[in-house]
């Protein structure tokens, strides 16, 4: 199994944009499709994001289509969350973890990373 650890989050303006990153150890990164999801108290768990193993293919929640773009990059097993236009409901500790295809929005490593908090403000 991969170990993933995520980065990047913060707090920012409603507007604004971050980049998230998560890193992943091990050879078989590039063997997984990968996705974004996120947390909160009050809706739980969320899908946001998923990519092919080439990074030629995505697929985004509605609430976040058109202000995020996710990719990857094989060579340094690192997935990457560009985040535009944050918005307040954007506010969520955000993790990465692997799916089993593109149309899937279910996480396959019981173990997550620490996560990464985006807090944004009004």
């Known amino acids: 199994q991969v170990q993933l650890v995520e980065s990047g989050g913060g707090l920012v303006q409603a507007g604004g944009s971050l980049r998230l990153s998560c890193a992943a150890s091990?050879?078989?990164?590039?063997?997984?499709?990968m996705g974004w999801f996120r947390r909160t108290p009050g809706k739980g768990r969320e899908f946001v994001a998923v990519?092919?193993?080439?990074?030629?293919?995505?697929r985004y929640a509605e609430s976040v289509k058109g202000r995020f773009t996710l990719s990857r990059d094989n060579a340094k097993s690192t997935l990457y969350l560009q985040m535009n236009r944050l918005k307040l409901e954007d506010t969520a500790v955000y993790y990465c973890?692997?799916?089993?295809?593109?149309?899937?929005?279910?996480?396959?490593?019981?173990?997550w990373g620490p996560g990464t908090q985006v807090t944004v403000s009004s």
């Open positions: 973890n692997a799916v089993n295809h593109l149309a899937s929005s279910n996480p396959i490593f019981g173990s």
């Open positions: 990519i092919s193993t080439n990074g030629v293919s995505t």
């Open positions: 091990g050879r078989t990164f590039s063997s997984y499709t």
